[in-house]
């Protein structure tokens, strides 16, 4: 299995910080990585796919990089609406595999 | 505007067999993927499987063999069924549609099983 580690594992910042979270493939998955924004007592919300495609509808505040085994996660400009755990995803291989996610608060 | 929702027992006993249905509207069942991923309590998500429109399957190897799904196209409903059921299966199950190769696009709002006696 692929395994995906995500720091830091939880993060407090101010309502206009800029956000940056990280996510580490245990091997090459090129940018077959999305992310996943679940808010508490909720289903995850699918946010960027193929590392760096912002879905439909989704802020522009939000976007990926990456590819190969790094990825990052940021959010330009922090919200108080953005308070969530963001997980990410790899599809390279099955199981479909998903880090443990970052949880996100305001300061 | 494609919506899921699961529905099944929320209270299993051990050892017996989990079965869930997701019922999925808005769109047709047919020519897409659909997913099971589960969530225990205050934890991460867990991929349990994938399944094509046609049946055919992907599932988690860490559940050695006890899962199994299924798809009633007439009835535009895919099933879940895990045998031999422990506490270890306690969680909120999401029925979810894979899409264009990409993501897990459409999410249903999750059902919670507990497995107790």
């Known amino acids: 299995d692929i395994h995906l580690t995500q720091s830091p594992s939880s993060l407090s910042a101010s309502v206009g910080d800029r956000v940056t979270l990280t996510c580490q493939a245990s091997h090459d998955i090129y940018n077959y990585l999305n992310w996943y924004q679940q808010k508490p007592g909720h289903a995850p919300k699918f946010l960027i796919s193929d590392a760096s495609n912002l879905q439909t509808g989704v802020p522009s505040r939000f976007s990926g990089s990456g590819s190969g085994t790094n990825f990052t996660f940021s959010i330009s400009s922090l919200q108080p609406e953005d308070v969530a755990t963001y997980y990410c995803q790899q599809y390279d291989s099955f199981p479909h595999t998903f880090g443990p996610g970052t949880k996100v608060e305001i300061k | ?117």
């Open chain 2, 1 to 117: 505007q494609v919506q899921l929702q699961e529905s099944g027992p929320g209270l299993v006993k051990p050892s017996e067999t989990l079965t869930l249905t997701c019922t999925v509207s808005g769109g047709s069942i047919r020519s897409h993927y659909w997913s099971w991923i589960r969530q225990p309590a205050g934890k991460g998500l867990e991929w349990i499987g994938r399944m094509y429109s046609s049946g055919s399957t992907d599932l988690n190897p860490s559940l050695k063999s006890r899962a199994s799904m299924s798809v009633d196209m007439s009835k535009n409903q895919f099933y879940l069924k895990l045998t031999s059921v422990t506490a270890a299966d306690t969680a909120v199950y999401y029925c979810v549609r894979w899409y264009a190769a990409r993501g897990y696009d459409y999410w249903g709002q999750g059902t919670l099983v507990t497995v107790s006696s």
